[in-house]
């Protein structure tokens, strides 16, 4: 549906997007991830026609459209800020779209409802923007991106204004009304949450350029290097070399951990290893049967800190590894700073980057 191939722009010599090549199929939502100043935003804009690259093509369903101004393109925008024309209703809001790329007139309210319907907002389709609170808007702002019919979708930090507990509903909505309308969407957004569990693919980006196209599931348990496994969440690296010998390999990792390799590492001698805190047990009592496919050590609780839902525990493993972990309520009870803990993980939770 939307093919963007070899795109590039610069800002004063500098490149801002640098090169990037991907694909987007109807009813299928792509985030693009990275810190601030990656080039998430000049992509989208590109895409859109509100910035002309430099070099590259943009296009859609097969047609290159890297020529034609924003309305020819046939694109559906929601920006960070809803941008609702404050002085029209919702319905009109909704209208304007339809009204502006030659939707018969007769057929618009019928389009306006379906849409305002399948928002959840239809009974306050005569309000003003300006009595509605921010998660209103933005599903407001959502049927209107939508109430054009667009094969492409673009969704510029479409929950960032929302509070927390409303960003994550909202979440869930968005992902489902995507996928009813079928469109070829992209969601921009520095929250590797939100990333993860809207989107159907991931492009992790840094300084221009594409670093991994990728599964939710994948950038995240298989990063492509060490920048993208930090970028996606929380990562012990256990560091350490591997000695083989005998077609055996094993980690001689800080803290004293070591221990056999599991099949799924590669044979190569330079890669890094890592756990993600929620693969770690922790409890007091030492385990009761030793299972091949786990890691055991013992270590000392460092720190702990309560997040509601789970505490983070930072335990000390020997003189010089740190592992953070989180534990919901176990049924070991609390543990206490500077308590004696076993720990344990199992090898198939073992991440791993070449760099
Ligand atoms: P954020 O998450 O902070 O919104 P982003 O990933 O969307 O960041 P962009 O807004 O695409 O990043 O910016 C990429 C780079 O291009 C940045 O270094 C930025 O300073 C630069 N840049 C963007 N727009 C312009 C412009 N109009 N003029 C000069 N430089 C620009």
């Known amino acids: 549906m939307l093919r963007v191939d070899r795109l590039v722009k610069r800002y004063n010599k500098v490149a801002a997007v640098d090169n990037i090549s ?56 929601l920006f960070q800020d809803y941008a609702l024309f404050p002085h029209m209703t919702v319905r009109d809001n909704v209208a304007f779209g339809p009204q502006h790329r030659g939707v018969p007139k007769a057929e618009i309210p019928e ?32 049927a209107r991106a939508m109430a054009t019919e667009p094969g492409i979708i673009l969704l510029d930090e479409p929950l960032s204004a929302l509070d927390a507990k409303l960003r994550e509903r909202l979440r869930i909505e968005l992902k489902q009304i995507l996928k009813t309308v079928n469109a070829a969407a992209i969601v921009v957004t520095h929250d590797q949450d939100e990333a993860l569990s809207l989107a159907d693919r991931v492009l992790i980006m840094s300084e221009g350029r594409i670093l991994q196209n990728a599964s939710p599931s994948e ?23 591997v000695e083989t010998s005998g077609g055996v390999s094993t980690l001689m990792g800080k803290g ?99 760099d």
Request: some cysteine.
């Open 22 to 77: 991907f694909e987007v199929v109807a009813g299928e939502t792509v985030a693009l991830l990275g810190p601030s100043g990656c080039g998430k935003t000049t992509t989208l804009r590109m895409i859109a026609g509100f910035a002309n690259p430099d070099a590259g093509i943009v296009s859609i369903a097969d047609q290159d459209v890297t020529p034609l101004r924003p309305y020819e393109r046939n694109i559906g925008i």
């Open 219 to 241: 950038v995240y348990h298989k990063p492509i290097n060490r920048f993208v496994a930090e970028f996606v969440g929380r990562s012990n690296w256990l560091g350490g070399h």
């Open 111 to 142: 389009r306006v409802d379906k849409y305002l319907d399948l928002v959840g907002m239809a009974a306050m389709a005569d309000r003003y923007p300006t009595t509605l609170s921010g998660g209103q808007q933005q599903r407001v702002a959502l």
């Open 256 to 354: 004293g951990i070591s221990f056999v390799l599991p099949p799924h590492i590669p044979k190569e001698p330079d890669l890094n290893f890592f756990l993600r805190p929620e693969s770690i047990l922790i409890s007091k009592a030492p385990p009761e049967h030793n299972n091949d496919n786990r890691v055991y050590c013992e270590g000392t609780v460092l720190s702990k800190m309560f997040l509601g839902q789970d505490t983070e525990v930072i335990a000390k493993i020997g003189d010089d590894l740190e592992l953070t972990l989180l534990t919901r309520k176990s049924l070991d009870g609390d543990f206490s700073v500077g308590e004696r803990v076993f720990l344990s993980f199992d090898k198939a939770n073992l991440g791993y980057v070449n």
